[in-house]
Nanobody
Framework: QVQLVESGGGLVQAGDSMRLSCAVS????????MAWFRQPPGKEREFVAA????????TYADSVKGRFAISRDNARNMVYLQMTSLKPEDTAVYYC??????????????????WGQGTQVTVGL
C-alpha cells in the first residue's frame, strides 16, 4: 500500500512560480513511476508530468513542457512539481500518483494505482 499527500498549492498571479510537493509513504519499488495529474474546473483529469523513481527519465504534457519540472528526492520519499510562468489555464486541482510496477511511463489515469487527495492551484490574471 502506498499513501500520497500533496502540499504547496494556493493562489498566485500569472507569471509566478510555485512548487508542489508529494510525500510518499509505503512500498515503492524500483520500477515505480511517479506522476502529477491535474483536473481543471469542469474538465477531466489530465496528465502533467511523470518520472521514474530510480532514473532520470521524465515525460511532460505538451502544455507544460519547458515551464514545469518534475523531480524526486528518494532519500526523503518526496516528489516535486516546480511550476514556472504560470498561466490562468494552469488553474486546477493537482494530484500526485504512483504506478507501482511500470513497464513504461504511462500518461493515462488508468496506468496509476495510487492517488493523493489533491491540492488546489489557482492562477489569477
Amino acid at each position: 500500500q502506498v499513501q500520497l499527500v500533496e502540499s504547496g498549492g494556493g493562489l498566485v498571479q500569472a507569471g509566478d512560480s510555485m512548487r508542489l510537493s508529494c510525500a510518499v509513504s509505503g512500498r515503492t519499488g524500483s520500477n515505480s513511476v511517479m506522476a502529477w495529474f491535474r483536473q481543471p474546473p469542469g474538465k477531466e483529469r489530465e496528465f502533467v508530468a511523470a518520472t521514474r523513481w530510480t532514473t532520470s527519465t521524465t515525460t511532460y504534457a505538451d502544455s507544460v513542457k519547458g515551464r514545469f519540472a518534475i523531480s524526486r528526492d528518494n532519500a526523503r520519499n518526496m516528489v516535486y512539481l516546480q511550476m514556472t510562468s504560470l498561466k490562468p489555464e494552469d488553474t486546477a486541482v493537482y494530484y500526485c500518483a504512483v504506478d507501482g510496477f511500470a513497464l513504461r511511463i504511462g500518461v493515462q489515469i488508468s496506468d496509476y494505482d495510487y492517488w493523493g487527495q489533491g491540492t488546489q492551484v489557482t492562477v489569477g490574471l
